[in-house]
């Protein structure tokens, strides 16, 4: 914690603070590991400089997502074609809730609960104008969940199923990483259009997850297949006509022999690829004239302009229980390298989210 | 030649010739070899049986597709979802120009010439009701376009590029096996958009038509090309829009490292991988998700109600000379064998076609 959680006085010997904040050693490789991050302090004043058009707040909830990890490693011109790597040396940044302590900004007000990208540190000076920044109006939902289904995960999930799957009533739908932040969302949207829906997840209770809390017509352990192409003939007898990508590698292989004519993969992540120094061969790609499948990659960031529609969509299927969403909240920003690591492991049951403070 | 030409006299005593056939001894294994195919005879008489309304065909001209490959090896499940297997001890078939001998149908008079697909035959009896049979109503165009540019691959051409490619102008095209029945068509298709355009061949020959001959602004011979990446990033400083793959395997995995971002791929074909005991992996494939690709199988036989919107499309184009088409054409059905493998191992110039008969 802080060694102070005054706010700024506004006016000339402002309050200053530690501030903790997690740093990007240097660029991971290999595995990331929880070395590649080191928890540090740093001071800082709690108030907007005279003058300046920023925004002074206090980091309450931070987004732990598989997409960090790219950024974790030194960059390629492919990654760089979807977003720029962590600064050795740097906190590391991603989306988070926080609450507005001071502002020079005519569009925010102490107090304010604010969607953001922001450093992963306690307290951050943001300029709203040139970083995401979206003032949270619906307070009787988790604060949390702006990190999640009503976030970027959420509006991946919804942009990745309603857009790029071009779902019909009646399909078969697989998502791999089922029980994470996003599988779990598509499964339910695939359930509420009337879609058979499996999951694949990496342990015994994520798999209970899927079948007995979001819904899931069946749901398998792909640990324990030795064969994950018979898991997935076992699963859908009639083939599969909508995937959703969160993993990449072995899974596609054996899932690109079990699509059905004119299927669809919806590619949202490759998480099983983002760790390797090479990236694994996928060796059934002719399927995908013998099927006629569109294979798609998409990123969320494209879509930001979908937000406002995609909370609409999304807050009276919360407020009326008819999705449910399951977080998975470590708290403490010291924990963090271990929440974040956790994630590429695996380790998360639902969404992994790092909880800085209090609100 | 047959034993005779004469037609049939459509009563009693029918003419009976020998009818040269091109046979696949058995599902070939390994790379497909000549001696995968034998050439037989077999008595035909030269008339439809009474009550019948099959139509009896001279065949002129048959199509040689890299397809066909596919379908003299054992068929798989992934194979089957597009297309059947040719039965050993029998004729293959394929795509070719008939002409019409006798008819039971009304549909069809003697004399009419016709684009359909037959067994790889001098004479067929075919029912016009259950396969591909269209009636040639433009005879100014020489009849082997029927096999290529007015045929199947020509269609191909036209539905993989405007449909598929989603293309605009002054975008940055590449295509593989760019030289044969589909790949020249598409990069003409492409300049005439205001694209720019390169090709991938496998001889000199092959790169001086594509530079020379069909307009493209620049093209490589891959078999000199020690580094693929390298050689596509020589061509493509600005990277990749469109990828129309005719190729698969190790291209792709290069392609894919200079796609640009919402790039798209138009699976048409993956002919170095249909002969392969098992497909070679592609590692590339996380940058679908970084660079937001789009990558699409398609197959014409899905398209072939555009058919007749597609010859109005291309018949100006033909006669007005804004097109050109490269044929490959070998002589008699002897020659069948080594105009089909040769095909396969790209020994062909332009699209390769057998005339089995004059007219």
Redesign the interface.
Known sequence: MAASTGCGDGGGGATVVNNKQMILRDYATGFVAESDLSVTTAAVELSVPAGSTAVLVKNLYLSCDPYMGIRMRKPS???L??IGAFTPGKPIDGHGVSKVIDSGSPSFKRGDLVYCVVPWEEYSLINPTTGLALKIDHTDIPLSYYTGILGMPGLTAYIGFYEICSPKKGEYVFISAASGAVGQLVGQFAKMMGCYVVGSAGSKEKVDLLKNRFGFDDAFNYKEEPDLDAALKRCFPEGIDIYFENV?GKI?DAVL?SMR?HGRIA????IS??HLE??????????????????????TS?FMCRFSEFVEFMLPLIREGKVTYVEDIVEGLENGPAALVGLFHGRNLGKQVLMVACE
């Open positions: 011109p492919s990654s074609a979807l990449g596609l022999l004519i590619v949202c992540g490759n690829q983002y090479e990236w694994e061969g996928v060796r059934n790609l002719t399927t995908v004239i013998y099927k006629r499948i569109r294979m798609e990659g998409f990123a494209d």
